[in-house]
RNA sequence: GCCGACGUAGCUCAGCCGGUAGAGCAACUGAUUCGUAAUCAGUAGGUCGGGUGUUCGAUUCACCCCGUCGGCACCA
């Protein structure tokens, strides 16, 4: 005789034993026929679950977040099912859940092509629209093994074989297809005819590795209705908008050719804002007590083997012979920095020893990796390698991630990630020094109030280090910063200070970057300002027009005054409509636009606008400056809206 | 690197079944001097990513290479 009780605190006796439809069913029929799953005891079930003993209940619709995964996961479903039915010799894999949609991996003999996309898309509608009731039944491990063996699906079989014995297994079943899945599944095909589009191909190796052989993926996305699944793609075509390859195209900012690949060619405008943020990080790297320095490109084979690069990077070092010697481009700063700080004697007393680089780095990325800035064979690093001692550590893990914080706000981003990844399995060192090592980076994000998640086993194996993931303005992670402890390389290669007894003392080595690649960095602001940077990384940050001849000699006036304070500045005299010129110039994400015409040139001032259209009224030749300062000053840290936004 | 798609004018793209190519924007020239997101007219512009093959003839078909895109794997 159970007794329900429901997420408001109601308790619903029954005088036997009852299904989660049923007690929808009986709470209403509206619910009834919304229900998709149920909640028995925060274990989520099918709705054909039958409850026996008091439980609490919930009942799960398209509404909550759990339904929106069971309709993904069933839509994965209906996509084998329909692939079945029209390729019967095709296998089936695996078909999870991800975000805003699923996949399901199969193994067939031949490519699937964009056509037949469109007639599996098609195909599952049919079978949606058929409401197909879908049935779970239960198997041993052995028998289920047997049963996927039976009907030829050797990759379910293979799965299945890595169960533990004796574990029972659920089917689902809807017609003549039948699926392993732990579930829930909604209870019929009905229940996914509302919106789901099939995305797009791909390959993928089998279990993830790649000795294994090539499946091939189908991507989908399913919602709860029509309007989720367009907002959905309406945000996909937005995010295309900002991708950084077409902003960076469309601003002239740099391109790419088969000549290099995966090397910038940086054109003006792009370099001007790479030149700022180098500039800025190099200011603010000295005003924290680091020495910049430059180390070679090339550098002989012996010192990588010594760092132990070559053993374990090789493949991805590009190698030059010269004067029967091998050098390699150097695909890291950090050996070429230890022999800086060799290159002086050291007493315990100098410690810590700060060096920055913006050291351009080459790494022979796999053909596939490359993806525009985000991912190149050429990048510079805001690289820095801090040498000192162990008690050390966590000052120095402290001053960073202020730092750190910081230039990330003025670059404008607010929302920034941490996660410390600890002790690998196979590493360095012992676990008193991994404990202490540890310690300091933990006790240094708490000493700064920074949240953080641990990553167990993810540290490199020469030591913990903490990510810095940001967040941009469309959600998107991504991992800039890091700051990483080595106590193995300044060993490996011989770096040693004088310590307080005289002794020889290896130092510890700690790598750390804010931008991570600068290349990269300007991809993601490209992507999260979508092109309309603000005023102080804007390549040009006003346009100066005039509206009639009469008024370009006062225009040209502005225009060098401008250019006497520092700002980027440029003057458009050509013989066009005001409106044209500003709307090439807003395309151009030019963050502010002054108009002169008569009425101007007799009061000796302009006419302001930002991109965003917003009139920034009249302005003296003063208060231009003096707005155009403040806006610069203020860096990141303001409102879209504003001047400089 | 692996799977698939793609590569046509500066940019965005069209070109069915093989008969050496088109549009819009940009550019250039001329007219227009016009007050906050597109003035009008004209002109010019391409060994159709590279190579080989099939063919009387290849941008179109086949094969190879390079690059890009979407994923997978990788990311010190």
Not at 245 to 267: C, N, S, T, Y
Not at 469 to 474: A, C, E, N, T
Not at 615 to 644: C, F, W
Request: charged share 25%.
């Amino acid at each position: 005789m159970p007794v329900i009780t429901l997420p408001d605190g109601s308790r619903k006796p029954f005088d036997h034993a009852v299904t989660v439809a049923d007690i929808a069913a009986s709470i209403g029929t509206g619910l009834a026929r919304a229900a998709l799953a149920g909640k028995v005891n925060d274990k989520l079930v099918d709705l054909s679950f039958t409850v026996e003993h008091d439980a609490a209940i919930a009942i799960i619709t398209d509404k909550d977040a759990a339904g929106l995964e069971v309709i993904r996961h069933s839509t994965a479903h209906l996509l084998a099912h329909a692939v079945k039915s029209l390729f019967p010799t095709a296998q089936v894999t695996i078909g999870p859940v991800i975000e805003d949609g699923f996949y399901y991996d199969f193994a067939f003999t031949r490519p699937f092509t964009p056509d037949d996309l469109t007639h599996i898309e098609a195909k599952m509608a049919e079978l949606a629209k058929q409401d197909i009731p879908v049935s779970r039944s239960t198997l041993s491990r052995d028998e289920a093994i047997r049963y996927f063996r039976d009907i030829g699906e050797t990759y379910k079989a293979e799965i299945i074989e890595a169960i533990p014995a004796g574990e029972t297994l659920s089917l689902y079943t809807q017609a003549d297809f039948t699926d392993l899945c732990r579930g829930p599944h909604v209870p019929t095909t009905g229940k996914l005819a509302k919106a789901f589009k099939l995305t797009r191909l791909a390959g993928a190796y089998w279990r993830g590795d790649s000795r294994n052989e090539m499946l091939q993926r189908i991507y989908g996305t399913a919602w709860a209705d029509k309007k989720s699944l367009d907002a959905y793609l309406t945000r996909l075509e937005e995010a295309e908008k900002r991708d950084h390859r077409k902003i960076g195209k469309a601003l002239d900012l740099f391109h790419f050719q088969e000549e290099a690949p995966g090397m910038v060619f940086w054109h003006a405008d792009g370099w001007a804002i790479y030149q700022t943020i180098k500039k800025y990080i190099s200011q603010r790297v000295s005003a924290d007590g680091y020495e910049e320095i430059v180390t070679p490109q090339l550098v002989d084979l012996s010192l990588w083997k010594k760092s132990g690069h070559w053993d374990m990077f090789s493949n991805e070092m590009f190698t030059v012979e010269a004067d029967d010697r091998q050098f390699a481009l150097k695909p890291m700063n950090c050996p070429c920095h230890v022999q800086v700080f060799k290159d002086t004697l050291h007493s315990y007393r100098d410690l810590p020893v700060r060096y920055a680089e913006f050291g351009c780095v080459h790494r022979n990325e796999m053909s596939g990796a490359m993806h525009g800035l985000m991912r190149v064979r050429q990048l510079t690093q805001d690289d820095g390698h801090i040498f000192c001692m162990e008690n050390q550590i966590q000052a120095e893990a402290g001053r960073f991630i202020r730092t750190l914080s910081d230039v990330y706000r003025d670059f404008g981003f607010n929302d920034l990630v941490v996660r410390l990844a600890t002790r690998p399995e196979k590493r360095l060192g012992s676990d008193a020094i991994w404990d202490n090592a540890e310690k300091a980076l933990a006790d240094a994000l708490t000493g700064e109030g920074v949240p953080f998640e641990l990553l167990p086993g993810e540290g490199a194996f020469y030591g913990p280090k903490i990510e810095f993931h940001l967040r941009d303005s469309i959600g998107r992670q991504w991992q800039c910063g890091t700051l990483q402890i080595d106590y193995s390389q300044p060993d490996r290669l011989g770096a040693y200070y004088i310590a307080e007894d005289s002794s020889k003392q290896v130092p510890v080595m700690l790598h750390r970057a804010i931008t991570g690649s600068l290349e990269r960095f300007i991809g993601i602001l490209l992507e999260h300002y979508a092109g309309k940077l603000p005023l102080w990384l804007a390549p040009t940050q006003l346009v100066i027009m005039n509206i009639t001849d009469r008024a370009s000699s006062f225009t040209s006036e502005i225009a060098s005054l401008c250019k006497k304070n520092g700002i980027r500045v440029k003057s458009d005299l050509r013989n066009e409509k005001i409106g044209y010129k500003i709307r090439q110039h807003t395309l151009q994400c030019v963050p502010l636009m002054a108009v002169v015409g008569d009425r101007e040139v007799e009061t000796r001032s302009v006419s302001l606008r930002t991109r965003d259209g917003e009139d920034k009224g009249s302005l003296t030749l003063d208060q231009l400056l003096a707005l155009i300062n403040t806006a610069i000053a203020q860096k990141g840290r303001v409102a879209e809206t504003s001047v400089s936004a």
